[in-house]
């Protein structure tokens, strides 16, 4: 006699929030308990407390580390098989193995870079937060650096590829403009940042979209000293530049982007180049729905 299948009991309590939460998790590897009540909770008490229901049923798993003054850091939450299983389904692909999704947690886990990712991740979990409060905006995509690498993401004429750190596409009303992100947590020499430009002036020049690149910078000291270096190196591609430790606003939403050549204000999201018409929106997502790209 055939086992039951464990998946099925477990949809039955899973709200519509859960499963956005799994199809994140699933793209985006790993996310902090903060970053999910951002994205998705209107507190961190709700929060807590239906991830912890989540990790019971098996559909998330979780790690953290002990601090070295006491206490602990939160927990990164990765996804669980079942819900590896769930977004699987729902995709019509294939669940991963156990044992390659125990490998993969225990990579993230262990990871030089996760802080990185965790940082990256931040700047999508900001924009989806916004969204929440304020319903003229939303964010139409947001992919992995994985997502925006695979063959023909963007098209099939595309030929150069990208390793962004993250692609969105962001509207605002009647504005709709996608974007690439670079984020710097100011260990790299400035003429690496500078260099990576190539590999999308490459990408335009062989027919994918003049998306800015936004550089989301550890200090506002290593921006200005990035524009310094920015002026002796002709692109392709419009650069965008903010700190994350600005005196002023720091949502990536706001007015906090500095266009590379535009002596101008600082500029919001919104209104960075990149404009996307209803017509090109429609003509860029409808091949990811066709292909089940998310």
């Given at each position: 006699?055939?086992?039951?299948?464990?998946?099925?009991?477990?949809?039955?309590?899973?709200?519509?929030?859960?499963?956005?939460?799994?199809?994140?998790l699933h793209d985006h590897k790993v996310l902090t308990t903060e970053q999910i009540c951002t994205a998705l909770f209107p507190n961190l008490d709700t929060a807590q407390h239906r991830l912890i229901k989540l990790y019971r049923l098996g559909v998330v798993d979780r790690f953290r580390w002990l601090r070295e003054g006491g206490g602990s850091y939160s927990w990164r939450y990765t996804i669980g098989p079942l819900g590896a299983a769930y977004v699987a389904a729902l995709r019509g692909v294939d669940p991963p193995r156990a044992d390659k999704?125990?490998?993969?947690?225990?990579?993230?886990?262990?990871?030089?870079?996760?802080?990185?990712?965790?940082?990256?991740?931040?700047?999508?979990?900001?924009?989806?937060?916004?969204?929440?409060?304020?319903?003229?905006?939303?964010?139409?995509?947001?992919?992995?650096?994985?997502?925006?690498s695979a063959p023909y993401a963007f098209g099939f004429a595309v030929v150069a590829r990208l390793i962004p750190d993250a692609h969105g596409i962001w509207t605002d009303s009647d504005h709709a403009m996608g974007w690439f992100l670079e984020y710097d947590t100011g260990t790299e020499p400035l003429t690496r940042l500078v260099d990576k430009l190539t590999r999308y002036s490459e990408f335009v020049n062989t027919g994918g979209p003049a998306f800015p690149v936004l550089f989301w910078l550890h200090s506002a000291a290593r921006e200005h000293r990035l524009h310094q270096r920015l002026r002796a190196a002709p692109t392709a591609v419009p650069v965008a530049t903010a700190a994350r430790d600005h005196s002023g606003p720091r949502h990536p939403a706001e007015a906090i982007w500095t266009l590379h050549g535009d002596a101008g204000p600082r500029r919001r999201l919104a209104d960075l180049p990149g404009q996307l018409t209803a017509e090109q929106l429609h003509g860029i997502l409808q091949p990811a729905i066709l292909r089940r790209e998310r």
């Open positions: 006699m055939r086992g039951r299948d464990p998946l099925l009991p477990i949809l039955a309590q899973l709200t519509n929030r859960d499963r956005h939460l799994l199809e994140l999704l125990t490998a993969q947690r225990r990579r993230l886990a262990t990871s030089p870079t996760l802080d990185h990712t965790l940082g990256a991740n931040q700047f999508g979990v900001d924009l989806l937060g916004h969204t929440r409060a304020h319903p003229a905006t939303k964010l139409v995509r947001w992919w992995s650096p994985q997502q925006a």
